[in-house]
Structure formats: C-alpha cells, structure tokens
Nanobody, 128 residues
Framework: QVQLIESGGGLVQPGGSLRLSCTSSGRASGIYALGWFRRTPGTEREFVAGISRSGGNTGYADSVKGRFTISRDVAKNTAYLQMNSLKPEDTAVYYC?????????????????????WGQGTQVTVSS
C-alpha cells in the first residue's frame, strides 16, 4: 500500500517562503508522475503544480507560476514544493499526489482523476 506523507506546512507572513515535502513509502519500485494540489474550505481541490515521471517537465497553475517550484529526489522518494512570495490567498490545505500508474516520461498531469494516491494534507496559512 503506497503512503504519502506531507510535511513543512505552517504559518508564514505574506511575502515569506515555505518548502513542503512529500515522502512516499510502501512501493517496491517504479517512478511515477507527481503533483501538488490545494483546497480551501468549501472548494474542490485545485491543481497547483505537477512534475513528470522523468522529472524533466513541470507545470503550474497560473496563480502560482513564477512563485512556486516543484521538484523531486528519486533516491529519497521525495517530492518538494518550494513556495516563495506567499500571499494570503495561498492559504489552504496542500496535498501531494502520486499518479501510481505508468505514463510517458514527459507528461505532466493536472486533473484529480489522473492521480491514484494522495497524502493526508498539510495546512499552509499566510497571514500577518
């Protein structure tokens, strides 16, 4: 059973930075496309960033482009979301997602249904 554990959330002032981590376990082998999503109360989870199986391609929501960076360390089974220049509207629960199925090495996925495994979420609050 694949498990994803997020960490790194917290309270930060506007303009500040946080780095979220997502470590996977429970899988013998395989590298899959990964993504980060977020949800605010009363809304659906929305796509934030995605990275391809190869790690060579990334994609971002327009609202975070230029401020957030997704990356991965295959040797550590860990994905990261570096968040800079944070704004109050970035306040949300952030979830990492693992596609859990083969995909072309360069594809980045943006839909909830593209992912088979989810973490429990970590709260990010941007407030002064």
């Amino acid at each position: 059973q694949v498990q994803l554990i997020e960490s790194g959330g917290g309270l930060v002032q506007p303009g500040g930075s946080l780095r979220l981590s997502c470590t996977s376990s429970g899988r013998a082998s395989g590298i899959y496309a990964l993504g980060w999503f977020r949800r605010t109360p009363g809304t659906e989870r929305e796509f934030v960033a995605g990275i391809s199986r190869s790690g060579g391609n990334t994609g971002y929501a327009d609202s975070v482009k230029g401020r957030f960076t997704i990356s991965r360390d295959v040797a550590k089974n860990t994905a990261y979301l570096q968040m800079n220049s944070l704004k109050p509207e970035d306040t949300a629960v952030y979830y990492c997602a693992d596609r859990g199925a083969w995909s072309p090495s360069g594809n980045v996925y943006r839909r909830l249904s593209d992912y088979g495994y989810w973490g429990q979420g970590t709260q990010v609050t941007v407030s002064s």
